[in-house]
């Protein structure tokens, strides 16, 4: 993969993860993210929380704050565990981006600070082949001439676009 191919948003590799629906809708400009009381409640963690380190944000990335030890670690704040496994696929994005950009990247924390869970994350040559099939199906998601077809998960409920979908 080469630089080229990392033009995707941290955000819509979780939402790849989530809901290719929520994917496609956003990146096409469709953004009910600010009427939503979770999200804002998300952003305020995000603001309050380790508010002294350094955050990172570009064009395509945008990591909620580094630090370092024998190389760059990626810190991710989550409001709930509930998405954890695209929370973690969000974090390897970041960890390959970066090592693609010639920076030593150690490994990712996630912190759910309301839980008081931390977990790190490592991405390994198996995790590359994966994140090469989540970004080549965003591409194929982002191409549908129309959103796919609505898919009735847990999470509907509390998700921002649930109006959309249900309304």
């Known amino acids: 993969m ?12 979780v ?14 400009g469709i953004s009910m993210e600010h009427f939503s009381e979770r999200v804002s409640l998300g952003k305020f963690l995000d603001e309050t929380s380790f508010k002294d380190e350094e955050d990172y944000s570009d064009e395509n990335v945008s990591i909620d704050f580094y630090t370092t030890e ?5 810190h991710e704040i989550k409001l709930s565990r509930a998405l954890e496994e695209a929370h973690i696929w969000q974090v390897k994005y970041y960890m390959y981006y970066l090592s693609n950009m010639s920076v030593k990247v150690s490994y990712g924390i996630l912190h ?3 839980q008081r869970k931390v977990l790190r994350v490592y991405f390994s ?6 994140l090469k ?26 998700c921002a676009y649930e109006e959309f979908c249900y309304g």
């Open 2 to 13: 080469n630089l080229k191919e990392l033009k995707f948003k941290g955000i819509q590799v």
């Open 15 to 28: 939402y790849y993860v989530v809901c290719k629906r929520k994917l496609w809708l956003f990146s096409k």
């Open 70 to 74: 024998e190389g760059l670690v990626v």
């Open 112 to 114: 759910y600070p309301k």
């Open 125 to 130: 040559e198996e995790d590359q082949e994966e």
């Open 133 to 158: 099939k989540i970004l080549e199906g965003i591409e194929k998601i982002l191409s549908m001439p129309k959103p796919p077809p609505l898919e009735v998960k847990p999470y509907c409920k509390k």
